[in-house]
C-alpha cells in the first residue's frame, strides 16, 4: 500500500498521510489494578507488576492486595476476583475460632460409668495423644473400678459426616484428608488427628522393620519394602533420593501398603488417615485400661452416653490459643475441620456439630468483624475443599480488622515467620525466603495444591510500615511459591534505598 494518497481536485494536489500502524494494547487492564501512570510513580508497584509479569503466569489468575496501617492500598491486582486460597483458609477458621469460642477454649473428654459400662464421650479433642489416653485410663483404675461389661464410644457430639462433600476422593487414605470425628485422637505432639505414624528403619539383609504409632489393630500393614545396600544406585534411586519408601492405605480399608526401599540404618516416617477415628480412639483407650488393670469383658460398641452415667473422670485439652501454632504453622487440616464443628456446636448447642452450621456460624463472625462476605464461600474449614471461594481484599480485610482484637497477640504468634530453621516458629515458611530482608520480617499463612499458590499475612517494610498483604494464584501450569516469595521480599525491602532493594530482589 503506497504511503500517501495523491488527488487531483479543482487543480490542487491533496497529500494524505496515512494513519501510524496500530500499536498492541496489550491485554486490558485487571479490575482492581492502580492505573499505569500511577505506577510510574510507584517504584514498589512496578517492582511487583514485574515480579508477576512472567510468562509462568499466563492463563492464570492473579489476585493481589497490599495494604498499610491505615487501610490504604498499597498495590492492587484483581482485588476483588473471586479465587481459591488452599490453606490461607485457615486464617478464616482461626480468626472464627477465636472470636466464636475464645482463646481459653478448651475441649474436654470424658469417661462415665452406668450399668457395668464404661463410656468414653468425645468433644472432637484433636491433643488426645497415645500419653493423655494413658492418662485418662490412670485416672479410671484409680477411680477403684477395675472391670466393666463393656466399653461404648461416644462420638456424638459431632454428626457422623467423616469427609468434606467435595474432597476428592483419591485423597481418602492421606493424614491431610483424614476423617472427622468427635471422638478422635493424634499421632504425635503436632497433632496431626485421625492419623497413624508409619515408622520404618533399614536392616541389612532383611526387610525393613516397619511399626505402627500409636499401636493400634485398627490398620494392618503390608511391608513389601525391602532394605537397599550402599551399592544400589538405580535410575529410580538416583531420581528420588536414597528413601523412597511410601505409605498408602486402601480406600476405605485399614490395609496400609508400605513399598519402596530405604538403605540399611536410615529410619523414617509416613503419616496415613484411619478409616474410622472413633474406632480407633477406643482401641486406644482400652488398650491403655489394660495397661493400668482395668478389663473390659465385652467388644466395643458405639452409642451415646445415658443422662444419669456418672462421671469417672475428664481430661481438657490445652487452650485454643496454644493449639493455634500447629493450626496455622504447620497448616493442620484436621484441626481446622475440628474447630468448624466445634463452632457449630457452640452456635447450635441443641444439634450435633457439622459443616452446614459450622461454616456458617465462622461467616457470621467474619461479617462482625467486619469482612465483607458477600463474595465468601466456604466450603470447608482447612481450604481442602475446591468450593472454597474468597477474594484478597477479604483476606486483607481480615488481616487488619483482627488486630483490634483481644486475642489479636496469639494469632500472630501462630503464623508462620518466613526464613526460621525451627519448625516451631517458621513452620511452613521455614524454608522459605531464608538469608533475604523477609526473614523474620514476614508472617503469613501459606496456601498450596494442585493449581493454587497462597500466601497472606503481615510484613514489616524497611521504612517501618506495617503492611497486611494476599497474593493468591489459581491454575498457573506449575507451582509460583518463589515467584510468590519474591514478592513478598519486594514488600520487606520497600522503603530502602534502591540499590539494597535490587540486590535483595
Known sequence: MRSALASATAGILLVLPL????????????????????RAADPLGAELDRILAGSRLDGATVAVDVRDDAGTAVHQRGSGLRVMPASTQKLM???????????????????????????????????????????LAAAVARAGTHRYARLVADDTWFDRVPLGLDWSWQDE???????????????????????????????????????????????????????RGPADTTAAVRARGSDTVTAVRAHGSGAVTVSGAVPAGRAGTALVSVPDPAATAADLFRAALRRHGVTIARRTTRGSSPGAARIVTAQASPPLREIL????????????????????????????????TGLAAVTSALGRL?????????????????RNWVTARQLTTLLAVVRRRPWFPAFRAALPVAGDPD???????????????????????????????????????????????????????????????????????????????ASAV
Open 19 to 38: 494513519p501510524a500502524p496500530a500499536r498492541s494494547a496489550g491485554p486490558p487492564p485487571v479490575a482492581g489494578s492502580l492505573t499505569l501512570s500511577a
Open 93 to 135: 477458621t482461626a480468626a472464627g475460632a477465636l472470636e466464636l469460642l475464645g482463646p481459653g477454649h478448651r475441649f474436654r473428654t470424658t469417661v462415665r460409668a452406668d450399668g457395668g459400662a464404661l463410656y468414653l464421650h468425645g468433644q472432637g479433642d484433636p491433643t488426645m495423644t497415645y500419653a493423655r489416653f494413658d492418662r
Open 173 to 227: 487414605p492421606h493424614a491431610y484428608s483424614a476423617p472427622v470425628s468427635a471422638l478422635t485422637f493424634a499421632a504425635n505432639d503436632r497433632f496431626d488427628t485421625a492419623a497413624v505414624e508409619i515408622r520404618y528403619r533399614g536392616v541389612a539383609g532383611r526387610r525393613p522393620v516397619v511399626a505402627v504409632w500409636p499401636p493400634t489393630g485398627s490398620v494392618r500393614v503390608v511391608n513389601r519394602a525391602i532394605t
Open 325 to 356: 501454632p500447629p493450626l496455622l504453622k504447620f497448616s493442620n487440616n484436621g484441626i481446622a475441620e475440628l474447630l468448624v464443628k466445634a463452632m457449630s456446636r457452640a452456635a447450635f448447642p441443641e444439634r450435633p456439630g457439622s459443616w452446614p
Open 370 to 386: 467486619g469482612v465483607d462476605t458477600r463474595l465468601l464461600t466456604m466450603g470447608d474449614g482447612s481450604g481442602l475443599s475446591r
Open 423 to 501: 519448625p516451631l516458629a517458621g513452620g511452613t515458611l521455614r524454608d522459605r525466603m531464608r538469608g533475604t530482608p523477609a526473614a523474620g520480617a514476614v508472617r503469613a499463612k501459606t496456601g498450596t495444591m494442585t493449581g493454587v499458590n497462597a500466601l497472606a499475612g503481615y510484613v514489616t517494610d524497611g521504612a517501618g510500615r506495617h503492611l497486611v498483604f494476599a497474593v493468591v494464584v489459581n491454575n498457573a501450569v506449575a507451582g509460583v511459591a518463589d515467584l510468590i516469595d519474591r514478592f513478598a521480599v519486594a514488600l520487606a525491602v520497600s522503603g530502602t534505598r534502591p540499590d539494597d532493594q
